[in-house]
C-alpha cells in the first residue's frame, strides 16, 4: 500500500461530518463551522462543546474533501507563539531548508494568544487546510491535547506534548551542568541564575541542572532571577544586580538575557568578567563578536529545525503504518570566551 493511498482511507474512514459534531455538542452545523472558522462569534461554553465533541469524533475540518484529493498536498503545518523570538526564528529557519529540500512547503500558523484557547483555534485553523502533517514549536499553555486526527502526523520541539508525539529536545541538563561546574572551577564561591520565565519548559530545563550541579558542590541554591528571554529583561535585572552587589558569577538561560545584563553593569561600571564573570546559552551569532566575547552553551539551532522536518517525514511517508515516537536530543557544547575569569571582587 503506498503512503498515498493509506492516507486516503484512513482519512475516509475516521471523517466524521460537521453533522455529526453538531448531533454530539447539542449546537447547530452553522455553529460547528464558525468554531472550525475561529470566529469570535461563538460563546466560549459552546467553543468548549464544540471542540470536545471534535476530539470525541476525531473530526477534522474539511476532512471529507482531503479524502478525494489524489496524491500528498507536499505541505507541512507549524504551529508556534513567538515566531519574532531569535530561537523560534532561526529553528523556523533550519526547518525551512530542510521542508524545500525535499520539495515540501511549509505553512506558518501563529498562535494570537499564548493562552489554551489561541492553541486550540490555531490548531482548528491548521486542521481545515491541506497539509501533511504538523510542526508545533515551543508550545507553553496548551491543552493536554489539539483536536487533530487519530494518527495524524506530528513532531514537537521542547514542549509539553513530548510525552505524546515524536520530539526534539536539546539537551539543556548538560549545558547548564557544563556552565556552573565552569564558573564553579573557576573559584566562585556562589553561581546566580538569570532564568526565563518561570512557566517556560525550556526555562525550567536550563534552571533545574543549574541547582543539581549546586547541590552535588556542596553550594547553596540562591533564588533565581527570572526574565522573560528579552536583553530588556536581562537589562534591568543586571541593573539590580550591579546596585544590589553580592553576584561574581551568573548564569543566563540564553545569550539575549546575557547581553542585556552585561549592558547595564557596563553603565553601572561593573566591569565583565574581572568583577563578575557571565555565560550564556544558544551561542548566538552576536556572542562572539562582542566587545568582550561571551562565554556560552553552543547548540545548533538549524539542526533543531532539520531534525523536526525528518521526523515528521517519516510519519509522513509511513502513513498508517504504526512508528514508534521517537526523542531526538540535539548536543550542547561550552564554549569558553572572554566573559569567565577566576574569581575576583565582589562588583
Known amino acids: 500500500m503506498s503512503a498515498k493511498s493509506g492516507r486516503g482511507r484512513r482519512l475516509a474512514r475516521g471523517g466524521a461530518s460537521i453533522a455529526d459534531v453538531a448531533k454530539l455538542a447539542g449546537v447547530s452545523s452553522q455553529t460547528v463551522s464558525r468554531v472550525s472558522n475561529g470566529s469570535d462569534l461563538v460563546r466560549p461554553e459552546t467553543r468548549d462543546k464544540v471542540v470536545e465533541a471534535m476530539q470525541m469524533l476525531g473530526y477534522s475540518p474539511n476532512v471529507a474533501a482531503r479524502a478525494l484529493r489524489k496524491g500528498e498536498f507536499k505541505t507541512i503545518g507549524l504551529l508556534g507563539h513567538h515566531f519574532d523570538r531569535t530561537g523560534e526564528a532561526l529553528i523556523t529557519n533550519g526547518l525551512i531548508n530542510a521542508a524545500a529540500a525535499e520539495d515540501y512547503a511549509v505553512t506558518i500558523v501563529t498562535v494570537q494568544e499564548s493562552r489554551i484557547r489561541g492553541w486550540e483555534d490555531a490548531a482548528t ?79 525550567i530545563a536550563r534552571m533545574e541542572p543549574w541547582r543539581g550541579a549546586l547541590r552535588k558542590r556542596g553550594v547553596p541554591v540562591p533564588e533565581p532571577f527570572y526574565g522573560d528571554w528579552t536583553m530588556n529583561s536581562g537589562y534591568e535585572i543586571g541593573r539590580k544586580i550591579a546596585n544590589e552587589g553580592g553576584v561574581t558569577a551568573l548564569y543566563c538561560a540564553n545569550d539575549e538575557m546575557a547581553i542585556g545584563a552585561m549592558h547595564a553593569f ?73 566573559t569567565t575569569a577566576p574569581a575576583g571582587r565582589v562588583g
Do not use: M
Open 125 to 203: 485553523r491548521l486542521s481545515s487546510q491541506a497539509i501533511d502533517g504538523l510542526v508545533i514549536l515551543r508550545a507553553e499553555h496548551t491543552p493536554e491535547r489539539l483536536a487533530l486526527p487519530a494518527g495524524f502526523p506530528v513532531v514537537v520541539s521542547d514542549s509539553r506534548f513530548a510525552g505524546l508525539y515524536s520530539a526534539v529536545t536539546l539537551d539543556h541538563e548538560a549545558g547548564s551542568i557544563a556552565a556552573t561546574n565552569h564558573l564553579l572551577d573557576l573559584g566562585h564561591a556562589q553561581v546566580h541564575h538569570l532564568a526565563g520565565p518561570c512557566d517556560s519548559g525550556p526555562a
Open 266 to 338: 557596563h553603565d553601572e561600571s561593573v566591569r565583565v568578567p574581572e568583577d563578575i564573570s557571565v555565560v550564556g546559552f544558544d551561542d548566538l551569532a552576536v556572542s562572539q563578536h562582542l566587545p568582550v566575547p561571551l562565554t556560552t552553551v553552543r547548540h545548533d539551532f538549524h539542526a533543531l529545525g532539520e531534525w523536526l522536518f525528518k521526523l515528521l517525514l517519516e510519519q509522513i511517508e509511513h502513513e498508517g503504518d504504526s512508528i514508534p515516537r521517537r526523542r531526538v536530543v540535539v548536543p550542547t557544547t561550552l564554549i569558553v570566551r572572554a
